[in-house]
């Protein structure tokens, strides 16, 4: 079992709908990361928490750590957001440089 | 402006050759990694340095090598010991360990 699950795999929405990304983890962490990947490849940080909620702009993260669950909702979707997301770890054990990265969900938003 | 800089953003290669994949950064950031990724995987870390002339193996060091002789420049060589080397690799820095991570725009290699 991966120690960094992403649901779902694919997501595909019509603009303007509310959209939900999942990840659930099974080690104890330090933080949480939300990324962004385009289709170009490269990677964007979104958030990074190890509590709580953040809100930037149309994006919140959440992250309840009892439950070792992370969401990443979209408010008012657009095309733009079409994009790979990708959740990622901070272990507590083992060395601190190392993130575990989950597999990632495509998102496409159609418009 | 500020970043990271890989090149080039797609490369091609005959087996059996080294190939040095190139990253610069302009943050000042003491740590630098290097990530690898492939469909429908994770990314995975190859290798990382916290600070210049320092370096330590990730998850999948093995047929890579890296040097680290300054701290803006992070190079990773791919030997001919790696046995399937075609995919898609990020370079990343941090202020420090356990700091939110920068990415580069990555480089696509592919092996022929």
């Known amino acids: 079992k991966n120690e960094v699950e992403q649901s779902p795999q694919n997501l595909t929405a019509q603009e303007g709908e509310f959209i939900t990304i999942n990840c659930s983890y099974s080690?104890?962490?330090?933080?949480l990361h939300w990324l962004q990947q385009h289709p170009g490849g490269g990677i964007v940080s979104l958030f990074m928490?190890?509590?709580g909620k953040k809100k930037h702009g149309r994006l919140i993260a959440t992250i309840n750590i009892q439950e070792k669950h992370s969401s990443l909702h979209i408010t008012a979707s657009h095309p733009r957001d079409s994009a790979v997301y990708i959740c990622a770890v901070r272990s507590l054990s083992g060395s601190a440089r190392q993130l575990t990265f989950g597999s990632g969900t495509q998102l496409t938003v159609l418009p | 402006d500020g970043g990271i800089t890989q090149s080039p953003k797609y490369l091609f290669r005959k087996e059996g050759q080294n190939v040095t994949l190139s990253c610069e950064q302009n943050l000042n950031h003491d740590a630098m990694y290097w990530y690898r990724q492939d469909p429908g995987q994770g990314l995975r870390l190859i290798y990382y340095?916290?600070?210049?002339?320092?370096?330590q193996k990730g998850d999948i060091a093995e047929g890579y090598s890296v040097s680290r002789e300054k701290k803006e420049s992070f190079p990773l060589t791919v030997t001919s010991a790696q046995k399937n080397p075609t995919a898609f690799y990020l370079c990343?820095?941090?202020?420090?360990?356990?700091?939110?991570?920068?990415f580069g725009p990555g480089t696509r290699l592919t092996v022929l």
């Open positions: 340095s916290q600070i210049v002339n320092d370096f």
């Open positions: 080690v104890g962490i330090s933080a």
């Open positions: 928490l190890s509590s």
């Open positions: 990343a820095s941090s202020p420090g360990q356990g700091n939110e991570q920068f």
